[in-house]
């Protein structure tokens, strides 16, 4: 019989019946584990693979309509380069104006689906690449995209 006491009755003057000691124990156990809940991951955001795009590159004939910001590892420097363009920018007011700028022209032509893509040097601290999705959607954009690093200026 469960939680019957073995041996001389003389050693254990009080029977103790643990099996319902265990069975709330187990019980909790059971509770705690099914209503455990994970942390959610920090700075998760959604990112969609382009479909029509890919490393085979698009085609020759094809317009290119992008705002493009390239990220560089300047190594003598120790700092991180940011280009638009051709044009390199060090601030990040003007980094947010001239981006704002690109998708205000795009917008003047009619053209919404254009998309931020960001160019960044494997290289390249994660923070500046957030930094320049957290510009981005300051202005507004909705649709940022990345692209292979590039190797050098």
Excluded: H
């Excluded at 069975?23 to 693979?49: A, N």
Aim: proline fraction near 3%; aromatic fraction near 8%.
């Amino acid at each position: 019989m469960a939680g019957a006491s073995i041996g001389d009755s003389d050693d254990n003057p009080v029977a103790i019946n643990v099996t319902p000691l265990i069975d709330v124990i187990f019980c909790l156990c059971v509770f705690f584990m099914c209503s455990f809940r994970f942390k959610q991951l920090e700075g998760k955001f959604d990112t969609w693979l382009p479909k029509n795009k890919g490393a085979e590159g698009m085609p020759v004939d094809s317009v290119i309509e992008e705002v493009r910001v390239a990220l560089f590892w300047d190594e003598a420097n120790q700092k991180v380069v940011r280009k638009i363009g051709r044009r390199i920018v060090d601030e990040n007011s003007e980094l947010q104006q001239l981006i704002s700028d690109a998708f205000a022209d795009y917008k003047r032509l009619g053209k919404t689906d254009i998309g931020l893509t960001i160019d960044a040097d494997k290289a390249v601290p994660w923070d500046s690449v957030v930094n320049v999705i957290n510009i981005s959607k300051r202005v507004g954009v909705q649709k940022v995209e990345f692209a292979l690093g590039t190797k050098s200026l």
